[in-house]
């Protein structure tokens, strides 16, 4: 299975849509990945590059005085925990690939395509 990046994704600040590019890179290599030990390797990747992309869209978001940023934070926050709980079944070898699937799903369709949508208006004024 994999997880295809569309340019109706972008947003139009080249470092966000980088590293949303790289999520689904990311994703797409965690759901080739086999054993635990390589999915625990995609897990971390996919973790650490989650934590600096929601640093930077935050900061991006601050500066543009963005409302609505406690929302879309919480919801960053809910992501970070659905990841904790795949990291969580790999170790107790429960993960099931729908899981992830529907994880990405949800970024791409709903987060990326509907709340960091918000940002377009104000990214074309900057």
């Avoid at 600040?13 to 390797?41: M, Y």
């Avoid at 935050?58 to 934070?73: A, C, F, Q, T």
């Avoid at 925990?81 to 969580?88: D, K």
């Avoid at 949800?106 to 940002?119: K, P, R």
């Amino acid at each position: 299975m994999q997880i295809e990046w569309k340019d109706s994704f972008k947003l139009g600040d080249a470092v966000i849509d980088a590293q949303h590019q790289q999520l689904f890179a990311l994703a797409n290599e965690f759901l080739q990945a086999s054993g635990k030990a390589e999915l625990t390797h995609c897990a971390i990747k996919l973790y650490k590059h989650t934590r600096e992309h929601f640093e930077v869209e935050e900061s991006v978001m601050r500066k543009l005085h963005l409302p609505g940023l406690e929302s879309h934070v919480d919801w960053h926050n809910t992501m970070i925990t659905r990841l904790n709980a795949i990291s969580q079944s790999i170790q107790s070898d429960t993960l099931r690939e729908q899981d992830l699937v529907q994880l990405m799903t949800d970024w791409a369709q709903q987060h990326i395509l509907v709340q960091d949508a918000e940002l377009i208006p104000y990214l074309t004024e900057k």
